[in-house]
């Protein structure tokens, strides 16, 4: 049986807080535009999705890093496994070169996270969902 905060529930609902940030941080909450194609898309269409420059399967040390997720469309994220020259254009455009190369340097570091972190970083991205909504962001 699992527990109510086993790691794997955590990480889940820490997924879910987070991705809800980025696409309310990256929405005017009817529309976003894509960080890979630059295109602008209603929110309410469901191809709206959190998506990672490096991948997060593989670089867990910045799985959750906000200059590393971003506002993509599905078309990129999925079935253009990212669309990775579109994205770097769009973090240049968005952070600047620098960041990349920070993201670059930091993905290979290792992270290794206890519940602790996990609920910290869960009450975090909550509290940031909830500072957008109350300067006037709508919900996502």
């Known amino acids: 049986m699992n527990h109510p905060e086993s ?8 997924w879910k807080e987070f991705a809800r ?12 535009t894509c960080i890979s194609c630059g295109k602008p898309q209603s929110v309410a269409d469901g191809n709206f999705q959190a998506g990672h420059y490096f991948k997060s399967q593989l670089y867990a040390a910045i799985r959750y890093d906000e200059r590393n997720v971003n506002g993509q469309c599905r078309r990129c994220n999925i079935f253009l496994e990212g669309n990775r020259q579109g994205y770097a254009e769009g973090l240049r455009k968005k952070y600047g070169q620098i960041a990349i190369d920070i993201l670059d340097i930091k993905k290979n570091n290792r992270s290794k996270m206890g519940r602790w972190e996990y609920k910290a970083l869960i009450q975090e991205y909550q509290n940031k969902i909830n500072s957008y909504i109350s300067g006037g962001k709508t919900t996502i």
């Open 7 to 14: 790691l794997p529930k955590l990480k889940k609902l820490l």
């Open 21 to 32: 940030f980025i696409r309310v941080r990256d929405s005017s909450g009817e529309w976003f």
